[in-house]
Protein backbone atom coordinates (compact mmCIF):
# COMPACT_ATOMS: atom_id res chain seq x y z
CA UNK A 1 0.00 0.00 0.00
CA UNK A 2 3.33 2.04 0.54
CA UNK A 3 4.38 2.43 -3.36
CA UNK A 4 1.35 3.62 -5.07
CA UNK A 5 1.35 6.43 -2.91
CA UNK A 6 5.03 7.26 -3.27
CA UNK A 7 4.93 6.62 -7.03
CA UNK A 8 2.45 9.49 -6.74
CA UNK A 9 4.56 11.71 -4.99
CA UNK A 10 7.09 11.11 -7.49
CA UNK A 11 5.16 12.14 -9.98
CA UNK A 12 4.41 15.36 -8.35
CA UNK A 13 8.23 15.76 -7.60
CA UNK A 14 8.63 14.99 -11.66
CA UNK A 15 6.27 17.78 -12.42
CA UNK A 16 8.18 20.20 -10.13
CA UNK A 17 11.76 19.58 -11.43
CA UNK A 18 10.36 19.52 -14.91
CA UNK A 19 8.90 22.83 -14.60
CA UNK A 20 11.82 24.36 -12.88
CA UNK A 21 14.45 23.01 -14.99
CA UNK A 22 12.67 23.95 -17.98
CA UNK A 23 12.09 27.24 -17.08
CA UNK A 24 16.15 27.75 -16.48
CA UNK A 25 16.55 25.59 -19.81
CA UNK A 26 14.63 28.19 -21.69
CA UNK A 27 16.33 31.20 -20.51
CA UNK A 28 19.57 30.10 -20.66
CA UNK A 29 18.70 28.70 -24.47
CA UNK A 30 17.09 32.17 -25.32
CA UNK A 31 20.59 33.83 -24.51
CA UNK A 32 22.01 31.20 -26.46
CA UNK A 33 19.55 31.42 -29.39
CA UNK A 34 20.23 35.34 -29.69
CA UNK A 35 23.62 35.19 -30.19
CA UNK A 36 23.84 32.78 -33.12
CA UNK A 37 24.61 34.74 -36.10
CA UNK A 38 21.28 34.66 -38.22
CA UNK A 39 21.92 36.99 -41.28
CA UNK A 40 24.16 34.52 -43.23
CA UNK A 41 23.81 30.35 -44.46
CA UNK A 42 25.90 29.31 -41.44
CA UNK A 43 23.87 31.14 -38.59
CA UNK A 44 21.31 29.24 -40.22
CA UNK A 45 22.73 26.03 -40.00
CA UNK A 46 23.43 26.86 -36.34
CA UNK A 47 19.66 27.78 -35.57
CA UNK A 48 18.72 24.24 -36.74
CA UNK A 49 21.68 22.32 -34.63
CA UNK A 50 20.87 24.11 -31.69
CA UNK A 51 17.86 23.54 -31.74
CA UNK A 52 18.15 19.71 -32.00
CA UNK A 53 20.62 20.47 -29.03
CA UNK A 54 17.63 21.74 -27.50
CA UNK A 55 15.22 18.90 -28.33
CA UNK A 56 17.55 16.25 -26.69
CA UNK A 57 17.83 18.11 -23.79
CA UNK A 58 14.16 18.99 -23.29
CA UNK A 59 13.44 15.05 -24.03
CA UNK A 60 16.42 13.92 -21.60
CA UNK A 61 15.23 16.22 -18.94
CA UNK A 62 11.71 15.00 -19.20
CA UNK A 63 12.52 10.92 -19.36
CA UNK A 64 14.62 11.07 -16.80
CA UNK A 65 12.27 13.07 -14.53
CA UNK A 66 9.99 11.31 -14.77
CA UNK A 67 11.45 8.02 -14.04
CA UNK A 68 11.91 9.17 -10.36
CA UNK A 69 8.22 8.00 -10.16
CA UNK A 70 9.90 4.16 -10.56
CA UNK A 71 12.58 4.50 -8.80
CA UNK A 72 12.07 7.09 -5.56
CA UNK A 73 9.65 3.97 -4.59
CA UNK A 74 11.87 1.53 -4.54
CA UNK A 75 14.55 3.87 -2.82
CA UNK A 76 12.18 4.90 0.08
CA UNK A 77 10.86 1.17 0.47
CA UNK A 78 14.75 0.21 0.72
CA UNK A 79 15.34 3.10 3.47
CA UNK A 80 12.58 1.74 5.26
CA UNK A 81 14.51 -1.48 6.08
CA UNK A 82 12.11 -3.40 2.63
CA UNK A 83 13.30 -5.88 0.22
CA UNK A 84 16.59 -4.29 -1.34
CA UNK A 85 15.86 -3.27 -4.56
CA UNK A 86 12.33 -5.09 -4.82
CA UNK A 87 10.92 -3.73 -7.95
CA UNK A 88 7.69 -4.75 -9.24
CA UNK A 89 7.93 -3.08 -12.41
CA UNK A 90 11.11 -5.09 -13.21
CA UNK A 91 13.12 -2.11 -14.79
CA UNK A 92 11.03 0.10 -16.37
CA UNK A 93 13.25 3.11 -15.59
CA UNK A 94 16.03 1.83 -17.06
CA UNK A 95 13.52 0.91 -19.83
CA UNK A 96 12.09 4.31 -20.05
CA UNK A 97 15.86 5.77 -20.27
CA UNK A 98 16.39 3.65 -22.74
CA UNK A 99 13.43 4.29 -25.15
CA UNK A 100 14.39 8.08 -25.81
CA UNK A 101 18.11 7.57 -25.50
CA UNK A 102 18.36 5.28 -28.40
CA UNK A 103 15.55 5.97 -30.78
CA UNK A 104 18.20 7.03 -32.96
CA UNK A 105 20.76 4.71 -32.97
CA UNK A 106 19.35 2.69 -35.91
CA UNK A 107 20.01 5.80 -37.90
CA UNK A 108 23.58 4.78 -38.45
CA UNK A 109 23.44 2.01 -40.02
CA UNK A 110 21.74 2.04 -43.80
CA UNK A 111 20.55 -1.22 -45.17
CA UNK A 112 23.03 -2.02 -48.82
CA UNK A 113 21.03 -3.39 -51.51
CA UNK A 114 21.28 -7.37 -52.46
CA UNK A 115 22.99 -7.71 -55.61
CA UNK A 116 21.54 -9.85 -58.10
CA UNK A 117 23.41 -12.35 -60.66
CA UNK A 118 21.94 -13.93 -63.33
CA UNK A 119 22.18 -17.02 -63.35
CA UNK A 120 24.93 -18.89 -66.14
CA UNK A 121 23.64 -19.03 -69.44
CA UNK A 122 20.79 -16.22 -69.10
CA UNK A 123 19.68 -13.50 -71.31
CA UNK A 124 21.48 -10.43 -69.88
CA UNK A 125 19.25 -8.50 -72.20
CA UNK A 126 15.68 -9.32 -70.85
CA UNK A 127 13.79 -7.79 -68.29
CA UNK A 128 13.63 -10.99 -66.35
CA UNK A 129 9.65 -11.50 -66.57
CA UNK A 130 8.39 -14.37 -68.40
Known sequence: MLRPMLMVFGFLFASLVVVALGTLLNTLFASALANVQ?????????IVGVLMIYARICTTLVSSAFSLQVSMPDYVISWLGGREGASMLGGMNESTKGMFANFGSGAKTVPTAKRIVAPPGADNHSDGIK
Not at 38 to 43: E, M, Q, W
Request: hydrophobic share 45%; no cysteine; glycine share 12%.
Open 38 to 46: VDSITGLIS
